[in-house]
Nanobody, 118 residues
Framework: QVQLVESGGGLVQAGGSLRLSCAASGIIFGLSTMDWYRQVPGKQRELVATIARNDNTNYADSVKGRFTISRDNAKNTVYLQMNSLKPEDTAVYYC????????????WGQGTQVTVSS
């Protein structure tokens, strides 16, 4: 059974930092691409950052230079370090693992709320 459990969200002032964590189980973590998405009510879910199994990373233009995605394969955990937060970063953040040769379906975590006050 695949489980993705996020933690680390909360309320922070603009300019502050938060680190999100996503603990994965039920997948071959070290061979999996992992993503972070975010969603604001009434809008589509947006891809924020991706880390491949070879540690290659990609970011949405809106977060480049402020957010860093990383992984710890020994802990089956992916992180999203968010610095210089802005009110427009306010959203529910979701951990995601896409389908692959080793995973028939994609899976989502339950989400963690990040609120940035101005």
């Amino acid at each position: 059974q695949v489980q993705l459990v996020e933690s680390g969200g909360g309320l922070v002032q603009a300019g502050g930092s938060l680190r999100l964590s996503c603990a994965a189980s039920g997948i071959i973590f070290g061979l999996s691409t992992m993503d972070w998405y975010r969603q604001v009510p009434g809008k589509q879910r947006e891809l924020v950052a991706t880390i491949a199994r070879n540690d290659n990373t990609n970011y949405a233009d809106s977060v480049k230079g402020r957010f860093t995605i990383s992984r710890d394969n020994a802990k089956n955990t992916v992180y999203l370090q968010m610095n210089s937060l802005k009110p427009e970063d306010t959203a529910v953040y979701y951990c995601h693992v896409p389908r692959s040769w080793s995973l028939r379906d994609d899976y989502w975590g339950q989400g963690t709320q990040v609120t940035v006050s101005s």
